[in-house]
């Protein structure tokens, strides 16, 4: 399958059909593909922008949106100070601009297919995006695996997909949602006011029926390490623990 | 195409010369790996030499520690588009692993295998004749376990993920046998300078 999906990835250009704020940091970016691809949720593209000069930068986005037959495709980037690709997305880029793409891209970090087991999933921050796209899919799809998601985010402003997660969370019986934030208290009764750990992570997978089969998590790397450590805790095999870091 | 409005931050003309095609450069040295970060005591750690299914020879930490010391200071390419010039290694040559095992003509074909259960495949011509080594030290110190520690490959002018984390061993092979990235659409042989990124770049 994936090696099918990497011969097709070719460079196309993709019409900004949409912009949306939102998190303080982080916008959504509605793609228009001009060739439309067959994706699995966990997948990212390659995006690059080129100078008048020739000059070309290049950054992995994760795909935000579930697989549909849509020929538009959500990505999710958070501005970081002093970047040189993602401010460009949040200062410069507008509707109608055209973007160099190539994807689909990935081919370990991905949704597992109607599946037994249920799955923990660990995001932090802009982390959520392929999370995000696999929770969508298992909206869309029907697919019936229990899902629990822990996401760390700041602050409840900062939480990305807050009000769509907590509408997921109320219509789907079958998936649990906790958040952590690290820099305010939380107000819901059942999410945390602190960094992820292992007892964390733990309660979180015990809100699953039974254990979780498999675990993805993604972040930066130092999130990663300290959320993989208490996933492996739990007694799950590293090759079912599958990670995502976004560098850093 | 150019993009309406993007200059880009562009580095200078001396410099732009060491960086491949669509990449570009960072000075902290940024981690990705698919799995969690494999815990490899120095105790437990052996170093297998395979042709085909057969082993050759076996390190353990002490008896790989013996073998002749090589450094080098190379630029890297990562395929997620950062590069990070003169990074300063030290380790056991491919060559010097080969010699020691008294293997002179292996197979035209290696895969790396990892602790992790992950492998990467790298032609004979790529690993010797000073070209790789199994790198244990960065910037004069043990590796950190992030960056592959205790030990690493370090094939360093191909894409990055060939320099495959956590090494447990080398196995030669007759033929170009894809590993686990170039299976999941990753280029097979991965030249920065060619943009071999993934299948069929
Ligand atoms: C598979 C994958 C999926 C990803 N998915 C997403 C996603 O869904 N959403 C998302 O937001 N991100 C995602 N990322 C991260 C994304 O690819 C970029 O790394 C991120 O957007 C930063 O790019 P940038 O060009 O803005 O910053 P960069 O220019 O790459 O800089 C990153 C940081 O380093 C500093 N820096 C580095 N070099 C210099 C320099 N020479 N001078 C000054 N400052 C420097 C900058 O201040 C900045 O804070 C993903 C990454 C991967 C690998």
Same mark, same amino acid.
């Given at each position: 399958m994936?090696?099918?999906?990497?011969?097709?990835?070719?460079?196309?250009?993709?019409?900004?059909?949409?912009?949306?704020?939102?998190?303080?940091?982080?916008?959504?970016?509605?793609?228009?593909?001009?060739?439309?691809?067959?994706?699995?949720?966990?997948?990212?593209?390659?995006?690059?922008?080129?100078a008048?000069?020739?000059?070309?930068?290049?950054?992995?986005?994760?795909?935000?949106?579930a697989?549909?037959?849509?020929?538009?495709?959500?990505l999710?980037?958070?501005?970081l100070?002093?970047?040189?690709?993602?401010?460009?997305?949040?200062?410069?880029?507008?509707i109608?601009?055209?973007?160099?793409?190539?994807?689909?891209?990935?081919?370990?970090?991905?949704?597992?297919g &109607?599946?037994?087991?249920? +799955? #923990? =999933?660990?995001?932090?921050?802009? /982390?959520? !995006?392929?999370?995000?796209?696999?929770?969508?899919?298992?909206?869309?799809?029907g697919? &019936?695996?229990?899902?629990? +998601? #822990? =996401?760390?985010?700041?602050?409840w /402003?900062? !939480?990305?997909?807050?009000?769509?997660?907590?509408e997921l969370e109320?219509?789907?019986?079958?998936?649990?949602?906790?958040l952590? =934030?690290t820099r305010e208290?939380?107000?819901?009764?059942?999410?945390?006011s602190r960094?992820?750990?292992?007892a964390m992570?733990?309660?979180?997978?015990?809100?699953?029926?039974?254990?979780p089969?498999?675990?993805?998590?993604?972040?930066?790397?130092?999130?990663?390490?300290?959320?993989?450590?208490?996933?492996?805790?739990?007694?799950?095999?590293?090759?079912?623990?599958?990670?995502e870091?976004?560098?850093? | 195409?150019?993009?309406?409005?993007?200059?880009?931050r562009?580095s200078?003309?001396?410099?732009?010369?060491?960086?491949?095609?669509g990449?570009?450069?960072?000075?902290?040295?940024?981690?990705?790996?698919?799995?969690?970060?494999?815990?490899i005591?120095?105790?437990?750690?052996?170093?297998?030499l395979?042709?085909?299914?057969?082993?050759?020879k076996?390190?353990?930490?002490?008896?790989f520690?013996?073998?002749?010391?090589?450094?080098?200071?190379?630029?890297?390419?990562?395929?997620?588009?950062w590069?990070?010039?003169?990074t300063?290694?030290?380790?056991?040559?491919?060559?010097?692993?080969?010699?020691?095992?008294?293997?002179?003509?292996p197979?035209?074909?290696?895969?790396?295998?990892?602790y992790?259960g992950y492998?990467?495949n790298?032609?004979?011509?790529?690993l010797?004749?000073?070209?790789?080594?199994?790198?244990?030290?960065?910037?004069?110190?043990?590796?950190?376990?992030?960056?592959g520690?205790?030990?690493?490959?370090?094939?360093?002018h191909?894409?990055?993920?060939?320099?495959?984390k956590?090494v447990?061993?080398?196995?030669?092979?007759?033929?170009?046998?894809?590993?686990?990235?170039?299976?999941?659409?990753?280029?097979?042989?991965g030249?920065?300078?060619r943009?071999?990124?993934?299948?069929?770049?």
């Amino acid at each position: 399958m994936t090696e099918a999906i990497a011969a097709t990835a070719r460079w196309q250009s993709c019409a900004i059909v949409e912009i949306a704020t939102r998190t303080p940091a982080i916008k959504s970016f509605f793609l228009r593909l001009s060739e439309t691809f067959d994706y699995t949720a966990g997948q990212h593209v390659d995006v690059r922008l080129t100078a008048p000069n020739g000059y070309t930068a290049m950054r992995s986005y994760s795909i935000a949106s579930a697989p549909s037959d849509s020929n538009v495709i959500e990505l999710a980037i958070e501005r970081l100070a002093d970047g040189e690709v993602s401010p460009f997305f949040h200062d410069v880029a507008r509707i109608g601009d055209m973007i160099e793409l190539r994807g689909p891209l990935g081919g370990h970090f991905l949704w597992p297919g &109607p599946t037994a087991n249920p +799955l #923990l =999933l660990i995001g932090a921050g802009s /982390g959520v !995006v392929p999370l995000m796209a696999m929770i969508r899919h298992r909206k869309a799809s029907g697919e &019936p695996v229990p899902v629990a +998601l #822990l =996401l760390s985010s700041r602050t409840w /402003g900062d !939480v990305l997909f807050r009000d769509e997660l907590l509408e997921l969370e109320r219509s789907l019986p079958d998936l649990a949602l906790a958040l952590a =934030l690290t820099r305010e208290p939380a107000t819901r009764r059942d999410d945390f006011s602190r960094r992820i750990d292992s007892a964390m992570v733990a309660g979180v997978a015990a809100r699953l029926p039974v254990p979780p089969g498999c675990a993805f998590v993604c972040g930066s790397n130092a999130f990663v390490d300290i959320a993989t450590d208490a996933v492996l805790a739990l007694g799950l095999k590293a090759m079912a623990i599958k990670t995502e870091r976004y560098g850093a | 195409m150019v993009t309406r409005g993007f200059t880009g931050r562009q580095s200078g003309s001396e410099l732009s010369e060491r960086i491949p095609p669509g990449q570009h450069l960072v000075d902290n040295f940024p981690v990705l790996t698919a799995g969690p970060t494999p815990r490899i005591e120095p105790a437990d750690w052996t170093f297998t030499l395979k042709v085909g299914t057969r082993p050759v020879k076996a390190w353990n930490w002490s008896e790989f520690n013996a073998l002749p010391r090589t450094r080098m200071t190379r630029d890297i390419h990562c395929v997620t588009s950062w590069s990070k010039l003169n990074t300063a290694w030290e380790g056991v040559a491919i060559d010097d692993i080969l010699a020691d095992a008294g293997l002179s003509a292996p197979t035209p074909f290696a895969l790396a295998h990892c602790y992790d259960g992950y492998s990467t495949n790298v032609p004979l011509a790529d690993l010797a004749t000073g070209k790789a080594m199994v790198a244990l030290n960065y910037e004069g110190q043990p590796l950190p376990r992030d960056h592959g520690g205790p030990a690493r490959l370090l094939v360093p002018h191909l894409y990055f993920w060939k320099s495959a984390k956590w090494v447990s061993g080398l196995q030669f092979t007759e033929r170009d046998e894809a590993g686990f990235w170039e299976l999941r659409g990753y280029h097979k042989y991965g030249d920065p300078w060619r943009e071999q990124r993934y299948k069929n770049d």
